[in-house]
């Protein structure tokens, strides 16, 4: 089995609820030989996975969340405390809801990822940036043994 080591970073606005959980399977890893090249590398989906029953979720707040420069947040991925709802103007206030820059680090043997999480705006795109990158997940892979 190959061990690797994966990271989850939540893009500007989504997260507030990435909370909810990213979850590891236990299946071992194949190796990029032993796959054909047209699989060799995971596609992505615009439709919700079927979730197999035996999938063991974890709730990313018990294992850390890294880019949280407080504690004592409204909610748990505020990047302002709540003491600074008054002090500040309301569109920095708006923004601080948003998640950038907070990441979740993990190891693990899984052929499959699964992520629940819920976008906190009904907004799901920017007239800067597409739905993709305000609205969606970053997972970034490292894997030792190469």
């Known amino acids: 089995m190959i061990a690797r080591r994966l990271l989850l970073t939540s893009p500007a606005p989504p997260a507030a609820t990435l909370a909810a959980s990213a979850l590891l399977d236990s299946a071992p890893v194949a190796r990029a030989a032993d796959t054909a090249p047209e699989t060799a590398r995971p596609r992505a989906s615009t439709r919700p996975a079927t979730v197999p029953a035996d999938v063991v979720w974890h709730d990313v707040r018990d294992w850390g969340v890294e880019g949280r420069g407080f504690d004592d947040t409204a909610n748990y991925f505020d990047r302002l405390p709540a003491r ?40 799901l795109a920017m007239s800067h940036m597409a739905a993709s990158g305000v609205s969606g997940l970053d997972i970034y892979g490292q894997q030792d043994d190469i």
Not at 105 to 114: I, K, M, N, P, Q
């Open 84 to 123: 600074a709802k008054d002090v500040v103007r309301p569109e920095v206030w708006n923004l601080s809801h948003d998640s950038a820059g907070m990441s979740v680090r993990f190891e693990t043997d899984a052929t499959d990822l699964y992520a629940r999480y819920a976008v906190t705006r009904p907004e």
